[in-house]
């Protein structure tokens, strides 16, 4: 018995490499992948990757302008160790100034971007914008933990609550 037990928990682990799916289509936005594949990611110098477990890879990029704002600090989360499945949004924050990602949505609401809130009562939670014909919404936290982020999503990509 515990032999079996054995070859069953090494059946387990072998397929525990996350999921395993072809990556989503190429989508830039603002000069960021948005989506797509680890090549993709490491081609626009996303090359800072870092295995934290077997589902799923961080790559990173450093002093990365967006809209003409920043430097901001930016990661895109893979699917799979190896980072096979690719990725489905993009993140930026700044590291010492929270209030730092507030000029990305000064320049999207004159780029005429509308946005509204996911907040109830008293607790605020996502300011998301939207454009027209846009392929992509772009989430601000409002309640945070940490470091304030703003993620660049799909539109394809219904994962996250949206108002």
Sequence with gaps: MARNGWWLALLLLAGCGGPHRPPPATLMFGGLPVAGSLAD???????????ADGISMRCRKHRVMFEG????????????????GGF????????????????????????GWVSCNTATGDHGDQ??????????????????WGKRRVRVIPNWNRRERRC
């Design 88 to 111: 489905g949004l993009v993140t930026l924050w700044h590291d010492q100034d929270q209030y730092a990602v507030y000029a990305i949505t000064d320049v999207l609401e004159k780029q």
């Design 127 to 144: 300011m998301i914008y939207s454009k027209k014909g846009a392929r992509v919404s772009v989430f601000m936290d409002l309640s945070y």
């Design 41 to 51: 990611a490491k081609r626009a110098g996303f090359v800072d990757c870092l295995q």
């Design 69 to 84: 704002t920043g430097p901001y600090e930016a990661a895109v989360d893979l699917a799979g160790g190896d980072g096979s």
